[in-house]
């Protein structure tokens, strides 16, 4: 993965939304301790932790839990 890509993932990195392919080059970059991508990890986590604090949570409704468990399972 080349350097000026990790950063757009940080924050789905940070959510679990990556597969093992995309998250173990940026999980061993941050093991070997670049400041800049710390500190850039610090920010989207940041961003991530402001963004859940600003919706609400919402329950799906039976019809919309039904569909999407039938989508998750497709997959």
């Known amino acids: 993965m080349v350097y000026q890509h990790i950063g757009e993932l940080y924050e789905l990195y ?3 939304a990556l ?3 995309d998250s173990a080059p940026i999980q061993e ?3 070997q301790g670049c400041p ?3 500190e850039e990890l610090r920010e989207a986590a ?3 932790y ?3 604090q600003a ?3 919402v329950r799906p409704g039976p019809q919309h839990k039904t569909q ?3 989508r998750l399972r497709k997959k």
Do not use: A, F, I
């Open 14 to 16: 940070l959510l679990g």
């Open 19 to 21: 597969d093992r392919e």
């Open 29 to 31: 970059h941050v093991k």
């Open 36 to 38: 800049r991508c710390l």
């Open 46 to 48: 940041l961003s991530v």
């Open 50 to 52: 402001l963004l859940c």
């Open 55 to 57: 919706v609400r949570p």
């Open 68 to 70: 999407l468990l039938r």
